[in-house]
């Protein structure tokens, strides 16, 4: 019989062997199943690591889909700090999405150093103010943040679709007859793409760049500032928190607009760094919003784990795009991405919790509090 | 210590094999050794208190034989008979029945859904409960045992007396021989334990054993047979109640001389400054119904006024409306002169109140943070632990250094999270970080609670340390006796009302019993 008891410590080793043992695990498993559908797996291995981060250009392409993955991990682990579970980063990256590219377009005859900074901001602004509706909501009149925010991502999406193909709104494009007919937004003109960093053949996108100031930004807030030392007491306690005299609501609406901002910073870097229009189908295909909570949870919420996961999930995605053909479904292309993921997490249940292998049904051996190491 | 009790007193019967024989019970925790060799033996008929201190094994053991946990040595035998209890239920079918401090009842149930649950007994076919069939025999049951209840009620709808009998109830209801009864007096009024006492003699006159765990001196020594005092996970020592005293029984139970902290006698400081006045406040409970009535107080600079009562009777709001986190409804609260607002903590802080609470864990501390953020838990958002919104990690290092030692915090570093440290020591993090924030007014909820006696012995010093200091206190305490030897006046706190106020000279245990009962 087996059981799951909490470890009553956390050994530190653990932190590295249960990562490692968990994709050893996925490459057992993936294994398995790739034998099982005729596919070599030592192969099939040497090219997803490949594709994903050695061949030419690979590294490349795998900061441009890092990119967002970091923004939108970033801001799910602002929130899950405070035990506020903001699930809309989604959301919250479309509109920073609509209103960089609104500022784009309006700006588009100006000059790289005024429309950059502009996008950037309205990302901010954008994504801080669609977070922080279910932040007051929560706030105010204690609303689940977690129902209000993942609506909120539908209502985010709807909108952009409206924008695009539902109306003839300032972001779509009316100028050709074939625009009239196939809705396509307006393209950004060229003094609105950000830069890239070249660093060793390696192109780094802006967005990247801004991502890692804003996880050093986090890692200081949360550990350096009265303002991150309230929200980690609140995000523990919050009868301790209001016992101690923070004011907990308006930290509440704060941290959700952080997060919000992080999102919308991944929105327009979507915009500036790689598709240059609102694309409403690209972002709603791409989920960076719901992979970023994988990427926070996977970096245990650390903002620098966060940038290191960014890079590995971005790497395995492009990978798996690129090994799927004629004879390799994208079924079996997202079994593996999804097999990985998964014992990814499940590896983490192993950190806080061991298993027992034990004889007979006995009941859950629990150490009484009261002997609490003093 | 093996001589049996005299035949006849209480109904013992020594003649026939023990209710109870556990013989060399060892269990470990990691690293604690929580029961070391237990012997212990109780006789059918009698009430055997189980006397210790927190951490003293006396849980473990009681968990080890209502088969919660399996002991890692040792053996149990009941009636003569060598038995193992591998789970929970196999205890119960052999009779032995547990009412727990924290009661497990389900609140919105009723009084008989509660007894059946998760029994099965001839009442019961199939999925369909017989109501009047148990409500019959818990009328049975509640009229030989003195133990007034009404089948029907819902669990929510009594009183923690009531709830209590409920329990005793269940388990007889289960046909417990034996039953075990866990800090049952922690939330009763004298006058409810002395019910209880006449309850569990009653039990124990038909031959069924009693178990009886305790900390309490007094109580121990008014119900029980026999004591066996554990230490340290291991028995000191059974002794014959009739043989023994306070005293004696308290030396066994900490290793040494006890002799608690009292206030010295003195005059009442009338003519100093007024720390805290409330005047005429009454507030709404959690529901938003009105727990405290028209309530009129002063707590003079370096005095300690004592509120007694019964959980559930107002104190937390009481508590909460002085230090800002709860708003009242009507009338004001003064503290050293100027009214507070009130619902704002952090303009309680400001002003100077100082508040230990009674859930220390959940409010008192952030138990997942360190120590040393605990510490600075308040005072953070000043200089020197805070400047221009930045924190001084160093500083909040130092600070912890030098209130740890200060205070004598057992934590082996200021980066252990709260959660880790013991009771005493958590409360000693509050204490210390409360008074060194240099308060007009301290406010303590139930500050010993839980402690045992040596960590009691020190919160209570510091507290008399801190009045003698000028701070004015609030002591809201359950505990009676606590509040008897600390504080120099005393209001009874029943149903959100102050029954009465006494000069600590003038008080009597009975009439303050009677009061907290809201009969005088």
Not at chain 1, 147 to 163: K, P, R
Not at chain 2, 81 to 110: C, N
Request: charged residues 20%; aromatic residues 6%.
């Amino acid at each position: 019989m087996i059981r799951i008891e909490r470890r009553l410590t956390e050994a530190r080793w653990l932190v590295v062997a249960v990562p490692a043992g968990s994709l050893l695990a996925a490459a057992f498993l993936s294994g398995i199943i790739l034998a099982l559908t005729g596919h070599d797996p030592i192969g099939t291995w040497a090219r997803l690591l490949d594709r994903g981060f050695l061949a030419e250009g690979a590294m490349s392409a795998t900061f441009v889909t890092a990119t967002p993955l970091l923004l939108t991990g970033l801001a799910a682990a602002a929130a899950f700090r405070m035990q506020t579970w903001n699930i809309g980063a989604e959301g919250q990256l479309y509109l920073g999405a609509v209103g960089a590219s609104g500022i784009g377009i309006a700006l588009h005859d100006q000059s790289p150093v005024l429309i950059i900074p502009a996008m950037v901001i309205a990302g901010i602004v954008t994504g801080a103010a669609w977070a922080a509706i279910p932040g007051v909501l929560r706030a105010y009149t204690r609303t689940n943040e977690i129902i209000t925010s993942l609506m909120l991502n539908y209502v985010a999406g709807l909108l952009m679709t409206y924008l695009i193909f539902d109306s003839h709104s300032y972001w779509r494009d009316l100028s050709t007859f074939t625009a009239r007919v196939f809705p396509q937004g307006k393209y950004l003109s060229d003094s609105a793409s950000w830069p890239s960093l070249g660093l060793a053949g390696i192109a780094i996108p802006f967005g990247f760049l801004l991502g890692m100031v804003a996880a050093a930004a986090l890692w200081l807030i949360y550990s350096r500032t009265r303002f991150g030392f309230e929200a980690r007491v609140i995000g523990d306690s919050r009868a301790a928190a209001h016992y101690a005299g923070i004011r907990t609501r308006r930290k509440i609406v704060a941290v959700m607009a952080l997060s919000g901002a992080l999102a919308g910073i991944g929105g327009a870097s979507e915009i500036g760094d790689f598709r240059h229009v609102l694309d409403p189908r690209g972002l709603q295909q791409a989920s960076f919003g719901y992979a970023g909570i994988v990427v926070a949870a996977l970096a245990r919420l650390n903002p620098f784990a966060v940038v290191i996961v960014a890079i590995l999930l971005g790497g395995l995605s492009n990978a798996g795009f690129s090994l799927q053909g004629a004879t390799f479904p994208a079924g079996l292309v997202g079994t593996l991405q999804g097999l990985i993921l998964f014992c990814a997490l499940a590896g983490e249940l192993l950190v806080h919790y061991r298993i027992r292998f034990v004889r007979r049904a006995a009941p859950l051996a629990r150490a009484p509090e009261k002997f609490g190491a003093a | 210590m093996k001589t049996p009790p005299p035949l006849g007193e209480g109904g013992v019967e020594a003649d026939k094999p023990p209710a109870v024989t556990m013989r060399g019970i060892t269990k470990r925790f990691p690293g604690v050794l929580a029961n070391d060799g237990i012997d212990f033996e109780v006789l059918r008929g009698e009430i055997h208190a189980l006397l210790g201190e927190n951490g003293a094994g006396k849980s473990t053991l009681s968990n080890i034989l209502t088969g919660l946990y399996r002991p890692d040595e040792g053996e149990i035998l009941l009636h003569g008979k060598p038995v193992s209890f591998p789970a929970p239920r196999d205890a119960i079918e052999a009779g032995v029945g547990m009412v727990h401090q924290h009661f497990r009842l389900a609140a919105s149930f009723t009084v008989a859904e509660n007894l059946v649950l998760g029994h099965r007994d001839a009442a019961d076919r199939g999925l369909l409960l017989e109501p009047r069939v148990v409500e019959g025999r818990i009328a049975d049951l509640s009229r030989r045992y003195r133990m007034p209840v009404n089948p029907r009620a819902r669990i929510w709808q009594l009183s923690v007396g009531e709830q209590q009998r409920v329990e005793i109830l269940k388990v007889l209801y289960r046909g417990a021989r034996i039953l075990i009864l866990d800090e049952p007096t922690s939330q009763l009024t004298p006058q409810e334990a002395e019910q209880l006492f006449q309850t569990l003699r009653l039990i124990a006159a038909e031959q069924r054993t009693i178990i009886f765990i305790s900390h309490k001196l007094e109580e121990v020594m008014a119900v029980s047979n026999r004591v066996t005092v554990l230490r340290r996970g291991k028995v000191i020592g059974t002794v014959m109640t009739g043989n023994t005293n306070t005293r004696e029984l308290a030396r066994m139970m900490v290793g040494r001389e006890v002799v608690f902290t009292k206030k010295k006698e003195g005059p009442a400081q009338a003519e100093r400054q007024v720390a805290l006045e409330l005047r005429r406040v009454s507030a709404n409970g959690e529901l938003g119904t009105p727990a405290l009535h028209d309530i009129n107080l002063q707590v003079h600079a370096g005095e300690i006024v004592g509120v007694a009562g019964v959980a559930g009777n107002g104190q937390r709001e009481l508590a909460e409306v002085i230090t800002g986190l709860r708003r009242r409804t009507a009338g004001s609260v003064i503290v050293t002169g100027r009214q507070i607002r009130g619902g704002d903590p952090l303009e309680a802080i400001r002003r100077g109140v100082a508040y230990i609470p009674d859930d220390r864990l959940g409010t008192g501390v952030a138990p997942s943070l360190s120590v040393a953020e605990n510490l600075v838990l308040k005072a953070f958002r000043r200089p020197p632990i805070s400047t221009q919104g930045l924190l001084h990690p160093g500083r909040i290092r130092t600070n912890a250094v030098d209130l740890m030692q200060r205070f004598s915090i057992g934590a082996s570093s200021p980066q252990v999270p709260a959660r880790q440290l013991s009771g005493g020591n958590i409360q000693k993090v509050l204490l210390a970080r409360e008074l060194s924030s240099r308060p007009l007014l301290l406010v303590a909820s139930s500050p010993t609670s839980g402690l045992d006696v040596g960590a009691t012995d020190i919160v209570r010093g510091l507290l008399l340390e801190t009045a003698g200091r000028g701070v004015g206190i609030l002591l809201i305490s359950e505990d009676l006796d606590e509040i008897l030897a600390l504080a120099d006046r005393i209001a009874v706190l029943y149903d959100g009302r102050i029954r009465g106020v006494v000069e600590r000279q003038d008080a009597h245990v009975e009439e303050l019993g009677l009061m907290m009962a809201g009969a005088a």
